[in-house]
Structures are given as C-alpha cells and as structure tokens.
C-alpha cells in the first residue's frame, strides 16, 4: 500500500508540513511563498536585532496605566502590570529567535556527526543508537522537554538544551539514512578501495552530499523549536518574567481573560504563527531550491 | 495473529525501557534536590537526611535505578514525594481524564479529516479542496494553547455558552464511578443532567486539541483518498456500475484507511503533547495537568511516573492501531 | 438495421497543465450485434481512451465531443444515474491489469454483490450467491472461492474473475482493454479461451483493445485501426490481414513476431508516435511513413471507402474526396 507520507525529513516536523501543504497549493507559483516566507522571517529578524529601537517603550517598565485596551499611543494595549503589549511583541522575537536557533543550534551539533559515524560505522552500534533514538523520536516530544526544562530550571540555554534533546533523533535519523545509502555507493566504495580514510571518505565523499539536506532540515527545525519553547513557556518553564516572552505574555494574558482583556492574548499568538508560518515557508522554499527532485514525488 | 500481536508488545517494550532510564538519570543528573524542595530551603540538615534516606535517595544511583525498575515491574511505579500515596493510584485517579480528553478530540480531529479530506479529494483542484488545504495549513501553525485561549474567549467570556475550565461544575460528579469517564458513568447511572454538564465542559478542551490535531489528517485522508481514487478497482467499480457514494467510501476511503491508521497512531504522540497544554490551559484535571503541577514541588517519583505512563500509553495505542490494521486489510492478516 | 453500438464523430482532448492532449480526433465506427470488433494500435493512439470513453470512465480532465449511440441512445447525452445503470449490465468492461482491478480489501464474493446490489438492489442473498456461482463456474472458478481474498488468486485468476463480473448480468457488450497484455503467455492463452468461449456461447459484442494484431486475428470479425488519435483503417479482419491499405497497417502486421519469418529478424516501425500536445500538419503518419508526399504533410487525409473498407490516407484518397472530407470534419 502506498504510503505518501515518507518525506525524507521525517513526517513529524511541523514546518515540512506547513511548507508542503502551502508548496502544493501555490504548485508553479512556489516561489511566491518562498518570499512570502522570507520577508515574514527577515521581519522577524529585523525586529529582534532593532527592537531596542523601534520598540516604543521599555518592556519591562510601566509605561501607562494597566490593562488599558489598544488605543493610540498604545496600539496593542497594556498588561496587567502597564507594560506596553506591543513593545513586548517586538522584544518577544528576540527570546523566540535565540532560543530557536540555539535549540537547533544543539541538536544538529549532535545529531548530525552522531548520525555520521554511527551511519558510516553500521553494524551493532547502528542497531542500538537507531533504537534510542527512535525510542526518543515516538514519544511526545513536548512531554520529554518538559521533564528536562523543569529539572533544569528556567534560562536561556536551560531551555534551548531541554527542546535540543527532542530534535537530536530528527538529525540523527534524516543523516543516517543518508550515510547508509550514500556509504554503498560506487564512488566511495573506489574511494576505499585505493585506501582513503575513514575520515577522509566521511569529510570529503559524505558530508558533502548530506550537507544539503541538513540545511533544511535546520530551517524546518527552527519553527518546530519556535512552537516548543512557547509551549515550555507557556507552561512557566521558560524565561523567568519580566522578560519578554510570547508564551509567557500568553499565560498571563489567560489569567486576565474573564475581564475580556482580550489583547493580551491575541497578539502574541499571532506573532507566533506568523514566525512559525515564515520559517515553514521559507524551509519548503529551500529544499525546493536544493533539493529539487523532491519535489516532484508528489 | 496472536503471535503478530505478541511480537507487536515486546517490540513495545525497549522502547519504555529507554524512555524510562533516559528520564531517570536526567532527573538524577541534573541540578534541583528534591527534598530541599519539598521542605524550603531552611529545613534543618537531620531533617533532610532522614527524609533523603526515606526516599532512598542516599543509595548510589544504581541501586536507586534498580529499586525503580522493580517498583514499575511491581506495577506501583514508586511513592509520591508529595503525597506519599503510590504514583500508580494517582495515575489511575487522573488517566480517566486525558482518556476522555484524547478520545473526544481523536473523534473529533478524525470526522473533520474524513469530511475535508474526502470532499477535498473528490473535488481535487476546486473551491472546497482549496479551502480544506488552507484550513489545514493555517490550523497546523496554531499554538494548542493559543487556540484554546481564543475559544475560551469568543465562547466563555464573549458569549457565555460554555465553562471555560474544570471537567464538571460543583456536585455534578457522577454518583457512582465505573470507569472513571464521566460521559459513560453518567449514562450508566442514568444522570442526564450530570452527562449535559459532563458534555458541557468537555467541548472546548477537545475541539481545541481536535481541531488543532485535524489539520494532519485533513491532509492525510485527502492524499490518501487521491491516491486511491486514481486506483484501477476505483475505476473497475464504477465500470460495474457502482454508485458513486460507493465507490468513494467502500472503495476509496476504505482502503486509504490503513495508512491513514498508521498515521494515527504516530500522530498520538503529538496528540499527547498538545493533550498536555490543553490540560493546562483549561484546568483539566488529567496526567497532564498532573505532570506539570509536581514539577513544581519536585516531586521526582510523580514526575518519572507520569512519563512512562505517557510511553507506555504511546506504545498501546501503537499496537491497537496495529490491530486495527490488521483487521482492516486481509493482506496484513493472514 | 440500427447498429448497436455508433461512435460518430468521436474527439476527445486531455487538458494538462502544459497544453490540450488530442488523444482521439474525429473517430467514427460501429458495432453490429453479435459484431466482435478489435481496436488496434500502438500504446498512446488513442484506443484504451476511446474504450473508456462508451463508459463514461475517463478522468475529468478529458473533454469529450461527438456521439456514442448504444441502442441509439447517446451515451455522452444520459444523466450520469442513467449512464451508471448502463455500466455492468449493459455494457461491461474488464482491464489490462488484473492485479490492481480488483479491490485488495474486498472478498469477491463482494465484487459480485456491489454488482447485482448497485443493478438490483433488491436481490435476496441466495439469488446474488447463486448468480454470482454461476459466472465463476462459467469462467473455469470454483464457486467455494468466492469467500477469498484477491490476494489469495493469481493473475490469471483475477482476470477471469474480471470477466465473471463483467459477464454475470448478461450485457449485450463487452469491452475488453488489454486483456492479456499484463499476463504471460500460458495465462494469455487461458484468457483467451475464454473469451472465445464466451463469443461462442453468449450472445454478446465485444470491442478488444489491443496492441496485438496476433490476438485480434483469432477474436474478432473486425478490426479498427488507430493511430495517434485518428482512425487509420477499418474494415473486415480477413481482408485487412489479406491486403493492408494503410501504409501503418502493413508496417504493424510486418512486426507480428513470425518465427517462420526467413530472415528471423524483429521487425519494427521506425520512429516513434507523435507528440500530441503538438501533433504534426496533415496525416499524423507521414513522418514514420515510407509513402509520404508532399499532400500528407500539409493536409488531413479524407476517410474514403476502398473494397468496402475505411481507410484515412491519401494514397487512396483523391482531390474529389479531399473536399468530402472538409465537409464532415467541419462538423465534428
């Protein structure tokens, strides 16, 4: 029976998903959400690198009086504390930036020569890392951030560390499925033939032709870590207030929302989706580009 | 078949068993004890070491990891920290709950994906497939929390049709409790106005979780539906004069089922971890809810109990829908 | 007398994301009852389309002109409920891949109920096991094995079963696509006995699509020549094996396989059929055809009658004919 779900990067990530669904619906027109995509990111990242400057007041200082509905001066109202909800909209991109690309940062450090060597090496080791790390890959990945996010404690590497453990099995699986069909090609079969290095066959045969893949598998990754951190801090396992966090704005928004303070929970909500929208489009825009023969699968 | 399903569960079980020692030497590993926990910071050195030794914590970690071991083989999956009850009877006490919860939202997630993704099949490139890809694409980025915060909104503080938090209002329990879920005890006790608010609170939790869930299997059923449609029996069928209805779902949708199934079941994982949130977010007292109000206190034994339990739920659903699988297409059956 | 089946006029164009596919242009023939007709080409000329198309079967994509009359009803004119009851008790249809035909997840004995039940759906079980028993039984298949799976039937198996379901409600036609193509040799000839058998007993047309002039021969009373979308020729089956007129009917008969051949050398047509986004000016054929001139590059050929049969070429066709055929192409 067929079965249409094998992608090569694994049918769990949230970006693949999003980004395919929009490449089969854009069909010749892909390019468009490419930069759709790119311009939703670059916004993103433009805001977290200017906010000290474009934000209109401190987020972590009163700058009016509290919960005080969006109006001029205010454009997205104030919370319970008076912090200005617009303010702490651009600064939460920077929380969300960091910890995604540190998180991804992580798990691709690991995951991806773990996924080489053991790969290249095959045999018994295969056989046991393949088996932790699909153990990892089928349970909840949120469930298994929460239990180390709360051993760890809050902070930014605590937090980027818990939602890396999720992802190393992604890397480690996209590579070494990779590793293992590349390793039997006629190429590098020659190449150990005439004596190279393990290490040679793996840096200058192998890598090379995984690097590709790896590239997107990074960019998905990132939004799939955006979504995570904000359930972490949602849950109050993030960053410690009164930094400006999405999640976190979102639970204490909650909190207020039976006095119909609506505004404290709208927008950034938004602001994640609209993040994690730009990373999935522009991930499936890449592996459209560098990957081009996936693509016509279906 | 009973050999497949043997096979099925003990294939189940190095999985359990990884999960279960990873979460157990993190929890070890890592910073934060325990028992300071538990007593505040001030609590006098004796006091903490009698109660270190209480919990075994003073053994070396091997011991600790083999006392564990047995406590989930014994089946009570150690004592709280916190409530000195067995983790096993809180569990029990709360998996009513997520079940009802997951149950309610898999339905729900599976009639949104069976309805948008066969129509969208059948009308490939027209106006209701277009809207169904967009649905699913949009729904998907939705943050579970974010989206059951918007609910809570526009159906509880706007227009108050429906509780925002809580499995029940006040004394509308069920009288007897038979399984522990509330929607069947309340039919077997014949305690309809119990079941009404039983329904009540269970809308929103679950459209939210469903809803977010749906949007993967929107996608699924309709490629899957595709795929079959262009199917030679497809078009053998309707040779034989099949009526349409038939053709698309005896033919079509059935046998887009079992990788559907498949789907299902690795989906469940991420079905729990937004089950988890949305606890969270509408004070539904399940495991998940469970989970991240002992994180507070630290309360190791709860906290590693909870996640094998996840696991362990994770692999049954696995093997059931393995079943389900088997039943569904004779090739695998036989 | 009115025949039971006349394609008149037939076209029908594939819309695709790169341009219209005219698969079929301007086809006319007919089938007279208890008629057997082959429908032969190349794969790619257009006739598995025409097939699919007396059903109602092809994928939305094709746009379909002309006119199907069976029992002088036009089949492109019906309501879809109308042309559903016509499938399987009219007019049946078995296909080239019988691994695929039958529904994986589905008992047979199922196949036959979904039959009788979309026909007659008020059928009590006994009458369904025992119509059901009967076309089995009539195609050399144990009735005990309708409670199988397809799986547990081998090719052949499959296909007979095929044509137990397609011959179980007595249709007056059967349209059989490639029924051997996908089968080796032993299970083709199996197949085949049991169409002829069929053609003996049953009082039933058949159209037989095929690429295979060899199996044609022995079926069939007519034959149906296609290429690349046009009709090439027609006519009776002895004559046009006698004495081809179409240069194509000759270069296809040329390369039957024939181990009595002299030379035992594979004979085949050079080049290869064209593309139709973009078919070529005139007569499709000229550009595989050793008998081109300068006419069939720039213009259709005209349908003429030779000997009493149908053949679109101009080495038959003269100036006279040529505005005979403007005429009735004008009006498809």
Known sequence: MANTTNTNYGNQMLSSRIGRGFRQLMGDSSGVMTFIGLILLSLFVLMAIFAPYISPYSPVEPSGAPLLSPQWGHIMGTTNLGYDVFSRFIWGSRMALLIAVIATSIAAFIGIPTGLLVGYAGGVTDRIVTMIMDSVYTFPGLILAIAIAAMLGPGVLNISLSIAVVYIPTYYRVIRSQVSTIKSELYVEGARSIGAKNMTIIGKYILPNVLPSTIVVLSMNIADAVMTEAGLSFLGLGIPPPVPDWGYDLAKGQQFLLQNDWWMVVFPGIAIILLVLGFSMFAEGMDEYLNPNIGEKR | MKTYILTRILLAIPMILIILTIIFFVLRILPGNPVMALLGPKAPPEVVKAMEHQMGLDKPIIVQYGDYLGSILKGDFGVSAYTGVTVIQELMQKFPATLELTIFAMTIAVFIGIFFGTYGAYHFGRTLDIAARVYSIFVYSFPVFWFGIMLQLIFGVWLHWLPVSGRSSPFMIPNHIYTGLYVIDSILNLEWPVLVDTLYHLILPSVTLGVVISSIFVRMVRSNVILSLSSQYVVAARARGAKEKKVIFKHALKNAMAPILTIMGLEFALLLGGAVLTEVTFSWPGIGSYLVTRITYRDFPAIQGAIVFFAMFVAIVSILVDIANAWLDPRVRY | ?332
């Open chain 3, 1 to 332: 007398m009115m025949a039971l089946l006349e394609i008149k006029n037939l076209s029908i164009d594939y819309l695709t994301r790169n341009g219209t596919v005219k698969a079929v242009d301007d086809i006319s023939f007919s089938v007279e009852a208890r008629d057997s007709i082959g429908l032969v080409g190349e794969s790619g000329c257009g006739k598995s389309t025409t097939g699919t198309a007396i059903l109602g079967l092809l994928p939305p994509n094709a746009r379909v002109s002309g006119s199907i009359l069976f029992k002088g009803r036009d089949l492109l004119k019906i309501s879809n409920e109308e042309l559903r009851k016509v499938r399987g008790k009219d007019i049946s249809m078995i296909f080239q891949d019988p691994m695929t035909s039958l529904d994986p997840i589905m008992r047979i004995r199922d196949h036959f109920f979904e039959l009788l039940r979309a026909h007659y759906p008020k059928m009590d079980e006994n009458e369904m096991k025992k119509i059901s028993s009967e076309a089995l039984k009539s195609v050399g298949i144990e009735p005990s094995r309708l409670n199988n799976y397809p799986f547990e039937f081998s090719g052949g198996m499959r296909q007979r079963t095929m044509i137990a379901l397609a011959i179980a409600l007595q249709p007056s036609m059967l349209i059989a696509d490639e029924p051997t193509t996908s089968l080796d040799v032993v299970i083709q000839e199996q197949i085949l006995e049991v169409l002829r058998d069929l053609k003996k007993t049953k009082n039933m047309s058949m159209v037989l699509i095929t690429h295979d002039l060899g199996v044609v021969a022995e079926l069939v009373n007519k034959v149906v020549v296609m290429y690349a979308g046009h009709l090439a020729e027609s006519g009776d089956v002895y004559s046009i094996y006698e004495k081809p007129l179409h240069p194509y009917t000759k270069a296809l008969l040329e390369s039957i396989p024939n181990v009595k051949l002299e030379d035992r050398e594979l004979r085949y047509i050079p080049g290869s059929l064209p593309d139709l986004k973009n078919p070529p000016k005139g007569c499709r054929y000229w550009p595989r055809c050793p008998y081109v001139k300068d006419i069939c590059k720039r213009e259709t050929p005209p349908t003429v009658e030779v000997d009493g049969r149908k053949v679109k070429c101009w080495l038959y066709g003269g100036e006279i004919n040529a505005g005979i055929d403007k005429t009735s192409s004008a009006v498809s």
